[in-house]
């Protein structure tokens, strides 16, 4: 089973901030945070990841609490093309034979 | 880009038959996945791979076999296909080793098994 509560739907304007929040209240020292978004039909594409530090890439940025029970993946200026399923995912480091564990999601629709 | 194609992008295919797919990485990654996602069931991991001649099982691996000759091809094969595979099959590779391990997906095969 995941280990992350996601709301499953969430609408945002063209051109405005989305702030997707994700739930891991049980998250472990050792483990991470990714983040991953799947567009209809094609495969998940990696977003971002972090342990406890707040991240930046080009794409997002990763603002986790201080508790770490919280995250909460932030797109800066929203485009339609940003319209997808968004995967938020805990997972220890130690080895690739841990998969990632995809939950539902967040089903994020950009509007015009 | 990852550098990662699946072949066929799409198969239609009849109970009992062999099937095999194929992932092709060009960045000499040492690990791979097979993934398969279903309606109600997101991603569930099938093999996957940590060399050259080196897999291991995932959650549902019944009815599944691999094979990595060579560190740039992951071949999964069902040996006898049924309705029940009837899937969007995704395979990944991961970049780093240890701490990060980073997946990366390709872009999946659609297989119907009628």
């Known amino acids: 089973d995941a280990k992350t509560t996601q709301p499953t739907s969430m609408d945002c304007a063209e051109g405005r901030a989305a702030n997707l929040p994700c739930n891991h209240s049980t998250i472990s020292g050792n483990e991470y945070v990714y983040w991953y978004r799947q567009i209809h039909s094609q495969g998940p594409q990696y977003i971002i990841h972090?342990?406890?530090n707040n991240e930046t890439n080009e794409m997002a940025s990763l603002i986790i609490t201080e508790d770490r029970k919280s995250s909460t993946l932030i797109l800066p200026h929203a485009t339609l093309r940003d319209t997808a399923v968004y995967y938020c995912i805990v997972r220890a480091y130690g080895g690739s034979q841990g998969n990632l564990i995809f939950g539902k999601g967040t089903k994020l629709s950009v509007k015009p | 880009d990852a550098g990662i194609t699946q072949s066929p992008r799409h198969k239609v295919t009849e109970t009992g038959t062999p099937v095999t797919l194929r992932c092709h990485q060009t960045?000499?990654?040492?690990?791979m996945y097979w993934y398969r996602q279903d309606p109600g069931h997101g991603l569930r991991l099938i093999h996957y791979?940590?060399?050259?001649?080196?897999?291991d099982k995932g959650e549902v691996s019944d009815g599944y076999s691999v094979s990595r000759s060579k560190t740039e091809d992951f071949l999964l094969t069902l040996e006898s296909a049924t309705s029940s595979q009837t899937s969007v099959y995704f395979c990944?590779?991961?970049?780093?080793?240890?701490?990060?391990?980073?997946?990366?997906f390709g872009p999946g095969t659609r297989l119907t098994v009628l």
């Open positions: 791979s940590y060399g050259v001649k080196d897999t």
């Open positions: 972090g342990l406890k």
């Open positions: 990944a590779i991961s970049y780093g080793q240890g701490s990060t391990d980073t997946q990366y």
């Open positions: 960045e000499n990654h040492r690990y």
